[in-house]
């Protein structure tokens, strides 16, 4: 399904349209899947964070802004914060390994990946994040993709947490104007 559909969709869902919102998840959870699978390696959790994500967005879908996000980023977003949140709140043990070696790994879940995001928003998002600094581009990864904290991520880079922060914030800001040109 395009973005219009989408926004369409998702418009009639903020008016609780159940039937839109039933072609909502058949359009769009496999995708979130991917999304929730590729943090949490446990098939159940990721379908329970799938089912909050879900939740969450028929509660939530009149805060869709299209000017801000597409509706399968903001889609995403939703998935991917309930699988944080799911990180977070088991204590689950995350690999410490940099997320490069994230993409050796396969992933059974039919296309996960490249659903995850348009091919154009995909190929731009790659293009801002490899002009970052290597150290700024794996902190901002090792964050969205393991939902590592500051603290975390300051033990694992033997640095004081104040520059991590300083280092994500500029990072993100230089992602942020590049996503924008």
Known sequence: ??????????????????MAFER???A?????FGVCLRLL??????EDAVQEAYAAIWRKAAQYDAAIASPISWLAMIAHNKAIDRLRSDGASRN???I???????????GAPAMA???????QLDRCLNQLEARRRTLIRTAFYEGATYEELARRTDTPIGTVKSWIRR??????TCLES
Do not use: C, I, N, W
């Open 100 to 110: 490069e070696f994230a993409f050796e790994v396969s992933d059974t879940a039919p």
């Open 171 to 176: 990072g993100l800001m230089q992602l942020r």
């Open 24 to 26: 909502l998840y058949h």
């Open 28 to 32: 769009t959870s496999a995708k979130m």
């Open 41 to 46: 390696s446990d098939r159940d959790e990721a």
């Open 117 to 123: 995001e348009h091919a154009g928003e995909t190929r």
């Open 96 to 98: 410490a390994l940099p």
């Open 1 to 18: 399904m395009d973005r219009h559909g989408l926004e369409r969709l998702l418009a009639a869902v903020a008016k609780g349209d159940a």
